[in-house]
């Protein structure tokens, strides 16, 4: 089997925490035999307890280019259907769907950035699946194929390539019909003034 891409095991800050409400508890309950509203600070230090060794029961989380591994149950990537995140991120609890529309609840006990990295593995890897309802792609802003997206761009490409086409010249008349025959009839008088005051020069 290959080496994993990466590996996340509990935080031990967690197992702090454990010890820590377990304490609380044996306290509490030692305390409650004379003070009886202290068993409520039992409870609530008991609760915590359980919920902190179960998170540090977990089993160690691996992620590999095929499959996610949980311990030493195998979960395929193009197996997962969708992911949804809940509240939690640290410590991180995402909801998997798998092919067969069983979920299962990932659960790490872990700090902010180790929890933010393993929840970016988990959708990056989940090729097939939606996440929080998202597709794939949308989710990740990765281009798509739209339908109809060529039909509009034709027209664009044509009006941009219109200004690049060569037009022939159109001949378009400075002068009405009108104008032009009256700057013919002075140009002739011009003309015949002409000859006229050279035949008086000759004559002189």
Known sequence: MSRPLARYRPSRRYLLFALLAICGTI??????????????????????????????????????????????RI?????????????????????LTLS???????????????????????????RNALLDGIPYRQAWGEPGEKPGLEKRSEPRKTLESGPQRQSSPVYRPLLRPEEEEEIERMFQRLKSVGRLDQRGSDEQ
């Not at 008991?46 to 996610?68: D, F, M, R």
């Open 100 to 126: 067969t529309d069983r979920r299962v609840f990932l659960l790490y006990a872990g700090d902010l950035d180790s929890s933010t990295s393993l929840l970016r593995h988990l959708r990056r890897y989940s």
């Open 27 to 72: 306290f509490s309950a030692w305390t409650g035999l004379r003070w009886p509203s202290t068993w409520i600070a039992a409870g609530l230090f008991g609760v915590t307890s359980v919920a902190l060794i179960t998170l540090l029961w977990q089993p160690e989380i691996e992620i590999y280019e095929t499959h996610l591994q949980l311990g030493r």
């Open 75 to 95: 979960i395929l990537w193009r197996e997962i259907r969708r992911l949804d995140q809940t509240g939690w991120i640290a410590p991180l609890v995402v909801s």
